[in-house]
Structure formats: C-alpha cells, structure tokens
C-alpha cells in the first residue's frame, strides 16, 4: 500500500468514528483543486476578507464579544501562515496571538487547564491560540509526555471545559484543523531545513514528530470522537495549498460570527498648524545609509 493510500485510509477512519467529521473531510476530498490558486488571485481575494475582518474587529469591539480561535494540526500544516493571514491587517490589541512555549516546572505542577485561562479573553478580545490546550490530545500523547490517564481524563474533560466557556462565560469558540498531506508535510519540512529563512521553525520536536504520522494520525482521530462537540465542534481544512485554506478559512471564520458593517466616519484632516517660532535644529542626524 502507498503513503497516500495509507493516509486516505487513516482519514477515511477519522470521519468513520466521527459523524460530524464527515462532511468536512468528505466535501474536501471530492472538491480538492486540480491545480493551486495563482498570487494574483490569492491577494486579490484575501484583500476582500481582511476588508471583512477589519468590519468583524470593529462589531467585536463595540458589542463586547469574547472569541477564541484554536489551531492545531501537523507540523507544517500552515497553521502560522494562517494566522498571520487573519491578523495582517487588524489590531494586535484587538486580535492577540497565543503560541505558549513549553511548560516551565512549575506550570507542570498546576491544574493542566490553568496556564491557559490568563491568556483568555475579556470584552472586546479576539484570542487565536497557535496550539492549544489540545497539545495534550496531540504532542503530549505522542511523545509520551502524558500518560494515558492523563489523556483519557483530558479527553474527558475537555468539553466539559468548553461548555463552560461557551454557555457561562459567552465565549464563542471556535476550533479548526488543518490537515495536511503527507507528501506535502515532508516537502515543507525539507524547506525548512535547506531554506535559512524557515530553518527556526523546525525543531527537534518536529524531527521525532515527523517520524509517528500515524501515532498523530490515531491522536487526531481520538481527539475528533472525543471532543468534536455540538457547542465546540471540530472544523477541518485541507492545507495542501496554503493560499486556498487561509481564504477558505477566513471566510469560514466570517460566517461564523455574526456582525453588522458599521457606517463608515466622515474624517476630514485638520489644517496643520503653522511654523511659528519653530526653527530647525541644526543637530547632525545619523540617517540610516541609503543602500537601496
């Protein structure tokens, strides 16, 4: 049996023991490109949905809503593209990026749950956690920095804690995968060792990860039955082709939350006020060298 048919096997098993997975994974294997989207036509698209983000930032803001955005996937799935994507052209200040490093030893005693809860919203706050507290489900399984009744308990637990979050505490949470090929994850990963602008990216977590696709593979599929919730469901994305997953999910993400286009300001720019006593100084500036 091939790779490829190996991993059409395992995500064939991911929306066998998943229901709700089905049309999410189906509808993109049926749908999947012939060829991938052109730059022109990426930026052209992305131009009209940052436009729509910015709306969003803005009802956001004035309505006092609390979102959280969660990404996981693979190494080399593109979850930081993505982001980077969504927050390109909103405020750090209203959209905050959440990427914890590894947990100190101290942050290992506590309740597994409980580094997150700071980086939570409050009103007006849209947090998108680059890895979340499902690297439990994920990373902490595989590499088996968890034991199994931690996992299980996690896996338990987890929407439990969501419901919380959503019906309590009025956070709309929403929670996506990307899912890569494993074709397609190798080719990133060996971008990132040959190409020195991408070489920080890969550690030697990625390396040891790389080798247990499908230890990764079953994680995924645990997680999903476990955890794909009616209030905190699991949305899945193909990420083969970068440009067509950060659109498809910005766009998702858009439908996702309602909000109004706000009228836009009428903004003039005042008359700037004159030199007066103003004189130049005559302190000798270090401009940079203009080599360009």
């Known amino acids: 049996m091939s790779k490829k048919s190996k991993s059409a096997k395992i995500t ?47 009802w956001v803001v004035s309505k006092g809503l609390k979102v959280i955005i969660v990404f996981e996937g693979r190494d080399g799935a593109g979850k930081g593209g993505t982001i980077k994507a969504i927050t390109g052209r909103v405020s750090p200040r209203v959209f905050r990026v ?44 595989v590499m088996g920095f968890a034991s199994d009744e931690q996992v299980q308990d996690f896996l338990k637990g987890a929407p439990l804690f ?14 996506y995968w990307l899912e890569v090929d494993m074709d397609e994850q190798t080719r990133r990963l060996e971008a990132r060792i040959t190409d020195p602008r991408k070489q920080w990216k890969l550690s030697p977590m990625d390396l040891k990860s790389y080798s ?7 994680a995924r599929d645990d997680m999903f039955a476990a955890t794909d ?11 083969d082709d970068k440009k067509r997953v950060r659109l498809n999910i910005i766009r998702h ?40």
């Open 212 to 218: 247990r696709w499908y230890d990764y593979s079953q």
């Open 253 to 292: 993400l858009l439908k996702s939350i309602p909000y109004e286009v706000p009228k836009p300001p009428k903004v003039t720019l005042p008359k700037r006020q004159s030199a007066g006593k103003y004189q130049e100084s005559d302190h000798p500036v270090k401009y940079v060298p203009e080599v360009f």
């Open 98 to 141: 959440v990427a914890l490093p590894a947990p100190t030893e101290r942050e290992k005693s506590q309740m597994y749950l409980q580094r997150y809860l700071p980086h939570f919203p409050a009103a007006g706050e849209v947090v998108i956690f680059d890895r979340s507290w499902y690297n439990r489900a994920g990373v902490e399984r």
């Open 162 to 175: 969501e419901k919380l979050m959503v019906s309590k505490n009025d956070i709309i949470l929403l929670k």
């Open 12 to 58: 064939k098993s991911a929306q066998a023991s998943n229901p709700a997975m089905q049309v999410q994974l189906a509808s993109g294997e049926t749908a999947a490109p012939a060829k991938k989207m052109s730059n022109k036509t990426y930026l052209k698209e992305l131009e009209k949905l940052e436009a729509e983000l910015v709306h969003l930032q803005q």
């Open 229 to 239: 919730s009616e209030w905190a469901p699991w949305f899945a994305a193909r990420s």
